[in-house]
């Protein structure tokens, strides 16, 4: 008669035969495959899941690491700020815990984060795909102080930025003349500023009750991000940018929490250093890119009216914003920086990813 103790069935059984027993178990342990871990990831951002964002980037980048892991990284996405918080606060999210990985703006949080704000000075950002790839490399010479209590997977940018306006048209700075247009981060808000507008901060989920509300009369954005906030539903003309580099774009991070990384398995940690930098940000660029054309389209189709700041009157825009650098240079020699030589880096990175 058996009779199980801690699990083992010795009772009435010979000692010879227990000694077997246990010996057997022993040998099946050893040569038995260990059991994977599961590791569990949760990503947090702030847009909703139609835009290119979550289901062109977020979605595909969580398969492939799944994939990739063989399983033993599970990954759950929280669009549209559903763990809670504002945009602003994602970034201190991902760095306290809360979230493992975030997408968010560094530039949600004004002043924070002034190195990678040489991406968003007027007039430097050429393709997406070209200035993403520019923006990680240089965050990996020159910014990784300023997110060092991360672990950052990628730098990006989205394609050079578009007016987006209500009941009004802009042909020209005139027509700009103290009209209030969103803007996105402290770069942008001083250059819509010389350009004779009056700019309003906030994130881009508050942009359509703004324009609803009259909080704002327009807003810059790419196109891509237009469809899933039905901004182009709320505007009537659209005001583009002519010459090889466009008015603005705004960087992104893409991070991790620096502890959650580091006490991954060594393995685990290469599956997301596989999907991390400059390639990822290439990929990320390129689909911001490819967006345009379809949001652009979509507010043709409503028969929206379409200008193009080009020749003498675009040569007027650079000059009126070129005070921008300037202040910004000199925010970075005040830091210690020479703010000369990094946005003159910052330029030929762009030039030479441009040219590729």
Do not use: C
Request: hydrophobic fraction near 45%; aromatic fraction near 8%.
């Amino acid at each position: 008669m058996l009779r199980i103790i801690d699990g083992w069935a010795r009772r009435a059984l010979p000692m010879a035969l227990v000694a077997g027993v246990l010996a057997g178990f022993g040998a099946a342990l050893a040569t038995a495959p260990a059991v994977a871990q599961e590791i569990t990831l949760r990503v947090h951002h702030f847009l909703p899941p139609p835009s290119t964002t979550h289901k062109d980037f977020i979605v595909p980048w969580a398969e492939t690491v799944e994939a990739e892991s063989d399983g033993r990284i599970k990954i759950e996405i929280y669009p549209a700020m559903q763990l809670g918080g504002k945009p602003p606060q994602l970034y201190d999210q991902v760095r306290e815990g809360v979230a493992d990985i975030v997408w968010t703006l560094p530039g949600y949080t004004a002043g924070r984060f002034p190195t990678v704000e040489v991406f968003e000075l007027p007039f430097m950002a050429a393709s997406a795909e070209a200035t993403s790839q520019a923006a990680h490399a240089f965050y990996e010479k020159h910014a990784r102080e300023e997110f060092a209590d991360v672990h950052p997977l990628m730098v990006h940018v989205h394609a050079p930025g578009t007016f987006h306006m209500r009941g009004r048209e802009v042909r020209s700075l005139e027509d700009l003349k103290g009209l209030k247009v969103r803007a996105p981060t402290r770069m942008t808000n001083i250059a819509l500023k010389t350009l004779g507008a009056t700019p309003v901060g906030m994130p881009v989920p508050a942009v359509p009750e703004a324009l609803s509300r009259g909080v704002v009369e327009g807003t810059i954005l790419p196109y891509e991000v237009t469809r899933p906030l039905k901004v182009h539903e709320l505007t009537q003309s659209h005001t583009e940018i002519g010459g090889e580099r466009g008015l603005y774009t705004a960087v992104f991070l893409f991070a991790m929490n620096k502890a959650r990384y580091e006490s991954l398995p060594a393995d685990l940690r290469q599956v997301i250093d596989d999907n991390s930098g400059i390639p990822l940000a290439k990929k990320i660029g390129r689909l911001w890119d490819e967006a345009e054309q379809p949001g652009r389209e979509a507010a043709a189709k409503l028969g929206d009216s379409f200008f193009t700041i080009e020749g003498a009157e675009l040569a007027r825009w650079q000059a009126a914003t070129a005070s921008v650098a300037d202040t910004w240079i000199a925010e970075m020699d005040k830091a210690g920086k020479d703010g000369k030589a990094l946005l003159e880096e910052a330029r030929a990175l762009i030039a030479k990813y441009a040219a590729e």
